[in-house]
């Protein structure tokens, strides 16, 4: 045990002084991979304000008929019961919205208040609120709701208002798709700067290598440095990516404070959780320790 150990810390000591010696190579490798993995990071702090916002709007549509001006009070009962006995099975919830109750709504309001209280009479109609519950296609049963509910004679108006939210759903389903894609290339970019990084640096050592191979050294020993200077260049390259997204992140959300100002919420980005931090780090180890190892493999045959 005392000899396994001894060995890992040679391994260790002698990684660390081969990126000693090569500050300037060994920097521009870290900046390029660190660079590279704060994209991936920054993405995942959009989409973790964006979820939130999300969640907080219902999915399922809201329908709202609108009945004609002069249409008598029953009908609007009608439309309920025609909802509730023929869409039962996807109808959430069913009400209606008396016109009364409509204008004192909007009245307790203090950018309606005014220009209410001049009118003579109530304008609004009678309404009848429908909420969809979850189901399968969803848009294809909206679609049939809405042209039914229309048909109706006593309806004027058929308004739904969950296409938007569908669509930022979908917007983020693609962010999320793209972000995962991205790490993919983010990967790749690692393996290559790893892989090329290693094979200068056992190309660089020949002599050294072979002279070790003369003495008894083996496949195990040549290899072990290579691999802990793989593993050791995407740790320090994963920490500077998470300072590099966390010092972006500062500017990113004062101009994004002012953006949801002007629509009445707040949003701030923040980076990933810290388990989830941690786990990409220790991927991005074994990644470039991996890349590592196949480099040095093809790189000593010699």
């Known amino acids: ?9 040679y391994a260790i000591l002698v990684a660390l002084r081969r990126l ?3 500050p300037f190579s060994s920097v521009a490798n870290l900046l390029v991979i660190a660079l590279t993995l704060a994209l991936p990071i920054l993405g995942a702090s959009f989409l973790k304000a964006a979820q939130p916002v999300v969640k907080e709007v219902s999915i399922s ?6 009945m004609k001006p002069g249409a008598a009070p ?3 009962q009608n439309v309920l019961n025609s909802v509730n006995s023929n869409y039962a099975d996807v109808v959430e919830s069913a009400r209606i919205v008396t016109r009364e109750e409509a204008l004192a709504s909007l009245k307790r309001n203090p950018n309606w208040a005014d220009a209410l209280s001049v009118l003579p009479d109530n304008p609004l109609p009678d309404a009848v609120l429908v ?3 979850p189901v399968e296609n969803l848009p294809a049963v909206t679609a049939t709701l809405v042209k039914d509910l229309g048909s109706s004679p006593d309806v004027h108006t058929v308004q739904h208002d969950a296409a938007w939210v569908q669509r ?4 983020l389903d693609f962010i999320t798709i793209g972000l995962g894609m991205l790490a993919i290339g983010v990967a790749l970019i690692v393996l290559a700067t790893v892989f090329n990084t290693v094979r200068m640096q056992a190309l ?5 290598i072979a002279v070790a191979r003369l003495v008894g050294a083996t496949e195990s020993f040549v290899h072990r440095p290579f691999l802990y200077l793989g593993a050791f260049t995407g740790v320090l390259a994963s920490l500077l990516a998470i300072a590099f997204a966390q010092a972006a992140l500062q500017p990113l959300n004062t101009a994004l404070a002012n953006l949801a100002a002007s629509y009445g919420t707040r949003i701030e980005l923040v980076l990933p959780d810290s388990i989830w931090l941690l ?3 220790v991927a991005v180890a074994l990644l470039a320790a991996l890349s590592a190892r196949w480099s040095v493999t093809r790189n000593t045959r010699f």
């Not at 930022?168 to 917007?171: D, K, M, N, R, T």
């Open 131 to 133: 909420t969809l519950g």
């Open 279 to 281: 786990f990409s780090i």
């Open 74 to 76: 029953q009908a609007s």
């Open 20 to 22: 000693w010696l090569h």
């Open 204 to 208: 660089s050592q020949r002599e050294e």
């Open 61 to 66: 549509p809201e329908i709202t008929v609108f």
């Open 168 to 171: 930022l759903a979908a917007i």
């Open 1 to 9: 045990m005392k000899r396994w150990f001894r060995q890992h810390r």
